[in-house]
């Protein structure tokens, strides 16, 4: 009686070590459905709407993203500021007036990124690196070849122009 009853507890043991393992499963499967529906996300607010970007005698093409931040930037167009240096890897200036904001922790900022941080400061981003701050996506450099050389590493000029 005392086998039957030990066989019976292994075999619901088993039973629910199977349960666990299927479940856990079907979490990493749904973790990795979830992350591509956010990357599609992310990729579907992108707009073919185009700005040209001026720096240093470069020339650059930038799509915007489809939200009222990038609507707000798009038409204070044509711009031309000097961008100041910070942390090696980014170029900011406060605008004078405030844009309609959506910021969200971001993660990974990468090469050609034009975002805004708080409500007026506007950066654009010449190298990849993973932070914990939180912007709202402006646009994207779409060939960010030369971009780390053209901006160089104190404050530079650029034209931002549609």
């Known amino acids: 009686m005392k086998k039957a009853i030990a066989l019976i507890l292994t075999l619901i043991l088993i039973s629910a070590f199977c ?4 479940r856990e499963a079907e979490i990493d499967t749904t973790s990795t ?8 996300i992310i990729t ?4 073919k709407t185009t700005m040209n970007i001026k720096i240093n005698g470069e020339n650059f093409t930038a799509e915007f993203y489809d939200n ?26 406060y605008l004078d007036n405030s844009l309609p904001t959506d910021s969200s922790n971001i993660g990974e900022i990468n090469t050609g990124d034009i975002m805004l941080y708080g409500t007026d400061c506007l950066v654009l981003f010449y190298d990849t690196f ?5 912007y709202t996506r402006i646009g994207y450099i779409t060939d960010t070849a030369g971009l780390k050389d053209a901006v160089g590493s104190g404050s530079v000029t650029i034209t931002f122009e549609k």
Request: with cysteine; aromatic share 8%; proline share 2%.
């Open 130 to 134: 993973n932070t914990s701050y939180s």
């Open 33 to 40: 459905e979830e992350s591509t529906i956010t990357e599609n």
């Open 68 to 93: 009222k931040t990038a609507q707000a930037f798009a038409d204070i167009l044509p711009l031309t500021i000097n961008m100041e240096e910070l942390h090696g890897n980014e170029k900011y200036y």
């Open 44 to 47: 579907t607010q992108k707009s």
């Open 19 to 22: 349960a666990c393992s299927k």
